[in-house]
């Protein structure tokens, strides 16, 4: 249940291992067969906050313009299960500020409602390819007390490449229903 950082460059597997540990999580009866794995990834609003903050927290009717019915957050819908933040070190400082009272004690506001709280229940995995420690607010990156680093594909060994490259076309051959064949020239390459 604690949360967890994954840190590695673009196209290492973050959200690949984020997915496995909710798996993972379900088959060993961690979490309950309902719960959900709900995904954001934060450079989609890494320009507008405070719509990120609504989408996180939920909002009440007349909180702003175009909120005109109360919505639930997706950390209320990840309740009981795993909130994936992608790309994190796309947060806004007073974004990262207000997961600092959700980590701490699983309690928030709803956007326009400071009276009201709310609880969930969530498991929280960050991901980025920025070092976290320089982009990061250091009091959030307290509160993650365990960060993986994944390495590149080029950093990893010759034997994890080719049983990627097995796995990655034993999973399309089904995906197709079909046998793929590959070149010697494509293998190496």
């Known amino acids: 249940g604690l949360p967890i950082m994954i840190y590695g460059p673009t196209g290492t597997g973050k959200t ?7 798996d993972y999580a379900l088959h060993q009866g961690v979490i309950e067969s309902n719960s959900r794995f709900v995904s954001v990834n934060c450079s989609e609003y890494a320009n507008n906050p405070e719509l990120l ?49 959700f980590m701490d004690q699983g309690i928030y506001h709803r956007v326009g409602d400071n009276e009201k709280w709310y609880k969930s229940n969530v498991r ?36 994890e490449r080719i049983e990627l490259l097995y796995n990655i076309f034993s999973q399309e051959e089904k995906r197709l229903d079909c046998q793929i064949k590959m070149s010697s020239k494509v293998y190496n390459a």
């Open 53 to 101: 903050t609504s989408n996180l927290f939920g909002h009440v009717k007349g909180a702003y313009t175009s909120a005109e019915e109360d919505q639930d957050g997706l950390i209320s819908l990840a309740n009981g299960g795993v909130l994936f933040l992608d790309e994190v070190h796309c947060l806004k400082a007073e974004c990262q500020e207000k997961l600092f009272l």
């Open 16 to 22: 690949l291992l984020a997915n496995t540990m909710y």
């Open 124 to 159: 929280i995995v960050f991901a980025t390819t920025e070092n976290p420690d320089k982009v990061l607010l250091k009091t959030l990156m307290r509160r993650i007390p365990m960060t993986i680093t994944i390495p590149s594909l080029e950093q990893r060994g010759t034997q």
